[in-house]
């Protein structure tokens, strides 16, 4: 049974706004980080952005100062305000929730993203 829900997407133009939407059917509040994450065709996925449980935000450089993340762990609901929308950004988005960390190198450690949601497609047209 799949644990996050997106919803959003679609076909819009370039410099045009969409909003995704990924609905937890658990507390927000178990995960120590939800992320968005996207993949276009012959790429490797890249994470867009991440909100950590103590608030802690970070963007992928080639979405900083047009998209925007946030959280309502009232709805157990995640969100993706994406701006200025430009081709480049056309692409399968997925939310991710994490509720552990494992270690890539001695001494560090990144955030352990186990449950996905389906995917929803963006697709810019310019």
């Known amino acids: 049974q799949a644990q996050l829900e997106q919803f959003g997407g679609g076909l819009v133009q370039a410099g045009g706004s969409l909003k995704l939407t990924c609905t937890s059917f658990t507390s927000t509040k178990t995960y120590i980080s939800m992320a968005w994450f996207r993949q276009a065709p012959g790429k490797e996925r890249e994470e867009v952005a991440h909100?950590?449980?103590?608030?802690?935000?970070a963007y992928g450089d080639s979405v900083k100062g047009r998209f925007t993340i946030s959280k309502d762990n009232t709805k157990n609901t995640l969100y993706l305000q994406m701006n200025s929308l430009i081709s480049e950004d056309t692409a399968m988005y997925y939310c991710?929730?994490?509720?552990?960390?494992?270690?890539?190198?001695?001494?560090?450690?990144?955030?352990?993203?186990?449950?996905w949601g389906q995917g929803t497609q963006v697709t810019v047209s310019s």
């Open positions: 909100i950590e449980s103590g608030g802690v935000i």
């Open positions: 991710a929730a994490a509720q552990g960390l494992y270690a890539t190198t001695p001494g560090q450690v990144r955030f352990e993203y186990t449950l």
